[in-house]
């Protein structure tokens, strides 16, 4: 008998070892994956002259999402679990080149869903041609109002996209006016009349610098714009310009992205225009990537900035592991565009899983319209589209298939070396960290 | 349009030109009562009737006239600076633009300059005179004094030396900033009086990031002198650089740290030699691999050869650098603890102050760096064996060998240097911009211009030529009337010079005719 129970035993221990490896899989890789994937096209720069540490980190968010879908079973589909694949192309931040890679992308790799995109002249390039193939889109990061705005109507001397009455690209950062916006009330709240705006000479910076032109002016603010080729390392006999003004400027506008934005604030700030008692420095969202900004502009202490995306303090659980997953990878902050580009993938997922479809792009679509996640960067939703086309006077052309409630809020640093975590909160007030709006260098809060 | 105004534009165009041709007509006459020893060059005599009379009119003329030992290259140059500084200041107070007077300038110039470029090199070509750099001289006459220069060049067809050259260049810049004052009396580089001290800050700014581009380019003038071939990895080699000073620094410190037990940094400087080491055996032992074979004969296609491997050469370190330092851009800390260097505003007379003018410090300090090392190499050439070695395998490799230089040697020590002086160029500057993989694209088009503009084969050239790229550079982005447009086309403007100078000496400005 004791023989026995000892053989039963040995052979239940045998029996739980043999299947142990088995029941590994179940847990880990719980789910049964229908042999056809779903591709989605993740459309980045990774060379130059594109802003190829954007596209690093796109590409990076990208694979993190696919990661996590994949382990939480991929996109059910009926009674079918399909898993997600990411076929990443570079965009190298060209137009022509980012037609080529997303023709590649619909005629070769077969895509189900395009993502991604960091260059405003890429987006706008390539969405007629996602459309007309009908492929749903949601774009990360291009800031071109147009890009949203050409959904619906004839807009800057496009024809709408829709005129089918579906249209395939979405956008979950936000429009350049939506941050100019904020950039513009806060200065104006500030009481600065004399601007200089720096801009680059792209479909991002001269739209964006339009737009906040326009809202200076309007306010009898004075600006003064001179624009910049991307890519330029020496800014000194540009700088020297507005050195030599009679009067300095209250605020010098940075609308420069990349390693070029780096550059031109760092000279800015050894020539000492800004930031200064008289002169505010108010660069890009670059500078909220602290690692980087301090390395490259040790003099960029009290510059301000705009930031996309929820505050620091205010990060969901998704958004913490997120960014420790980030630094972990690049040791830095987790940039607006990374968290953006992991939500799009997942909204995509969504919006399949609902329509119950990863070919039709109009089911998928309509799905889409209707999304309603929190993720990363917040709860995602779009307020118009087919299933509310009717944009009321005074609502922007811009806010079809646009997720409205982009977070933007102006920072500033007030340590050197300051981590963008700890970095003050200064407009809009109801975001305020620190309690001040703008603090002039040698304060502190 | 106010009176005075008119009248001065009239007596610089026609006055100015009418005393100089005074000038030119009566100073070679001084020589007539003289004795053969103590009779003057006519050139220098014409030269000097030219100024004087542009300059100071009859009292120019007169002064040279009755006073023929103040015929000197420094009284000349006085000169050409009294036109610029008188005609400039009464310019600023234009408050219209002049279109006759600036369609003289502007049609009127090239005019002439087209006309002399065509019929006085002929001339000489007929008088069997020595005609090298005449072609030059006579566009840059003909546009800067227009028909005078037949009567300075056609009958006496002087020798041209350097200094008609620089006068005649001063000439035609004083007419292009003439225009320019006309048309844009505003202009922070005209307008009174700051436009001196904005000037002066615009120049300071380019010949310091001028001395920094002459760097790089001597590097590439060096390879090319000896081996005969452009460098396509001269960029790459620029920027593998400063990511060599970049991880030394980092590694460096951390291991002073760790055995310190205090936080250590390393001033950048010490940076330099190391990306010159590692990059000079890297330099080396590409040429000894790839670039041998060509020189031993075991090529076809040498030229096609030497662009595909280069550029081979370059994409490979582009993109291994790339993978291993990633995309984001990095920098090291400063030379020196000093952000700029200001020369404070100071007071000259009630109505005119001078200054602040601006540099930046790390900026000073690789222009001292540059310069120290260009001279440096200049004394490696001129004073060593191995120098000379170099200097006489790339004049003649055959009549080298034969004086028992080995030219294996030298081609390879060639290479090696001039990608040293790339990487030692970047390791300068990974302090003063903000560094990615791709850095070096910018900058290598700049040194194709440099080398080119300084003669391909120059030291010298490629110093000069890096300055005058800078300054260039400078003036145009400072000066533009569009803020925006001369910031967009700020290389360009130095293209605009490389293109005259292919157009009118093709061997630059140094460089040496090919027989």
């Known amino acids: 008998m004791k023989n026995r129970s000892v053989t039963l035993t040995l052979i239940l221990v045998v029996a739980i070892l043999a299947l142990m490896p088995f029941s590994v899989i179940r847990a880990d890789g719980h789910c049964e994956f229908a042999d056809e994937a779903i591709k989605i096209g993740g459309l980045v720069p990774l060379s130059a002259p594109g802003s190829v540490g954007g596209g690093v980190a796109m590409s990076w968010a990208f694979n993190r999402a696919v990661d996590d879908i994949n382990a939480d079973c991929g996109v059910q589909i009926g009674d079918q679990n399909y898993r997600l694949q990411i076929v990443i192309g570079d965009s190298e931040g060209s137009p022509e080149r980012g037609q080529a890679v997303v023709e590649r992308f619909i005629l070769e790799d077969e895509v189900h869903a395009v993502s991604g995109v960091y260059h405003s002249a890429v987006g706008l390039a390539t969405m007629g041609i996602l459309d007309e193939n009908g492929v749903p889109t949601v774009f990360s990061e291009p800031w071109n109002d147009n890009v949203s705005a050409n959904g619906i109507m004839e807009y800057d001397g496009r024809p709408p996209r829709n005129a089918d009455g ?212 917040g709860r995602y939703y779009f307020e118009y589209g087919n299933h509310n086309p009717d944009l009321p006077e005074g609502t922007p052309a811009f806010m079809w298939h646009q997720w409205p409630d982009p977070v933007v809020t102006m920072m500033q640093y007030f340590e050197p070396g300051q981590s963008s975590l700890d970095a003050a909160v200064i407009f809009p007030e109801v975001y305020q960290t620190h309690g001040t709006g703008y603090m002039a260098p040698g304060e502190s809060p | 349009m106010v009176i005075e105004d008119t009248l001065f534009i009239l007596w610089l165009m026609v006055a100015g030109p009418l005393w100089a041709a005074v000038g030119l007509y009566l100073l070679p006459n001084l020589n007539h009562n003289r004795s053969e020893k103590d009779q003057l060059p006519v050139t220098q005599l014409q030269i000097a009737g030219v100024i004087g009379g542009f300059a100071l009119g009859p009292i120019g003329v007169g002064l040279f006239y009755f006073e023929p030992h103040l015929i000197r290259r420094t009284t000349i140059a006085a000169g050409i600076i009294v036109t610029v500084f008188v005609s400039s200041q009464v310019l600023v107070r234009v408050v219209e633009p002049n279109l006759p007077s600036v369609l003289w300038l502007v049609l009127a110039g090239p005019l002439w300059a087209a006309l002399a470029a065509y019929f006085i090199p002929r001339q000489y070509r007929m008088v069997e005179a020595d005609d090298q750099n005449v072609l030059t001289a006579a566009a840059l006459g003909g546009f800067a004094i227009g028909p005078l220069i037949f009567g300075l060049m056609w009958k006496h067809t002087p020798k041209i030396s350097r200094d008609w050259m620089i006068i005649l260049g001063s000439l035609g810049a004083w007419q292009i900033y003439t225009v320019f004052a006309i048309n844009n009396p505003d202009n922070l580089c005209v307008a009174a009086p700051f436009h001196v001290t904005y000037l002066t800050q615009q120049t300071a700014n380019g010949v310091v990031i001028g001395a920094i581009y002459s760097l790089m380019a001597v590097g590439l003038t060096l390879i090319y002198s000896v081996q005969g071939i452009v460098s396509f990895a001269h960029g790459q080699l620029y920027m593998v650089g400063g990511y060599f000073s970049f991880y030394f620094l980092m590694f460096g410190a951390n291991f002073l740290s760790d055995l310190t037990g205090t936080e250590v940094t390393i001033n950048p400087l010490w940076g330099i030699p190391v990306a010159a080491v590692i990059v000079f055996v890297m330099g080396a032992a590409f040429e000894r691999a790839f670039l041998k074979p060509m020189h031993d004969g075991l090529i076809e296609r040498v030229s096609e050869y ?26 090291t800390g400063r030379f020196i603890e000093i952000r700029r260097f200001t020369l404070q505003r100071t007071q000259i007379t009630d109505d005119f102050a001078f200054g602040p003018i601006n540099i930046i410090g790390d900026r000073v300090f690789a222009m001292i760096i540059g310069i120290v090392l260009i001279f440096a190499l200049l004394y490696f050439l001129q004073r060593t064996w191995t120098g000379r070695g170099l200097r006489a395998t790339s004049q003649d490799k055959q009549a080298a060998a034969v004086a028992g230089i080995n030219p294996t040697n030298m081609n390879t020590l060639s290479f090696a240097l001039g990608s040293m002086l790339a990487a030692m160029s970047g390791a300068a500057l990974i302090p003063i911009f903000a560094w990615v993989p791709w850095v070096g694209a910018e900058m290598v088009g700049r040194s194709y211009v440099i080398v080119v503009l300084g003669g391909l084969g120059s030291v010298p050239g490629a110093l000069v030529g890096g300055i005058i790229v800078g300054i260039v550079e400078a003036l145009g982005a400072g000066c533009h009337p569009d803020p925006s447009k001369g910031a967009a086309y700020k290389e360009a403007f130095a293209l605009v010079i490389f293109a005259l100078v292919l157009l009118l000496k093709p061997t630059g400005l140094f460089g040496r005719e090919q027989h």
Not at chain 1, 300 to 312: A, E, K, L, S
Not at chain 1, 335 to 364: C, N, V
Not at chain 2, 318 to 328: D, Q, R
């Open chain 2, 306 to 331: 030497a662009i595909l491997i280069t550029f081979g050469f370059g994409f490979f370190i582009e993109y291994t650098t790339l993978a291993i330092a990633g995309p984001f851009p990095q920098r």
């Open chain 1, 166 to 377: 579906v249209d395939h690209i979405f956008r979950i950062s936000p429009a350049s006016s939506m941050v100019g916006s904020v950039v513009v009330d806060w200065l104006l709240a500030e009481g600065v009349e004399d601007i200089v705006i720096i801009a680059e000479n792209t479909d991002y910076g001269q739209p964006a610098a339009a737009d906040e032109l326009a809202r200076f002016e309007a306010a009898g603010a004075t600006v003064t714009q001179i624009n910049v080729e991307l890519g330029t390392e020496d800014f000194v006999p540009i700088l020297s310009r507005i050195q030599a003004r009679e009067s300095a400027p209250d605020v010098v506008r940075i609308l420069v992205t990349g390693e070029t934005s780096f550059n031109l604030t760092q000279q800015m700030a050894e020539l000492g225009i800004a930031p200064t008692e008289d002169t505010i420095c108010v660069t890009n969202q670059f500078a909220f990537q602290s690692e980087q900004y301090w390395e490259n502009v040790p003099d960029g202490n009290y510059c301000t900035f705009n930031r996309v995306g929820i505050i620091p303090s205010l990060f969901s659980d998704i958004a913490i592991g997120l960014n420790e997953a980030y630094f972990e990878e690049f040791e830095d902050i987790i940039p607006s565009f990374a968290m953006a580009s992991y939500d799009a993938l997942h909204i995509i997922a969504d919006g399949m899983e609902r329509a119950g479809t990863m070919s039709d792009g109009a089911a998928i679509v309509e799905a889409i319209e209707s999304t309603d996640l929190d993720l990363s960067q």
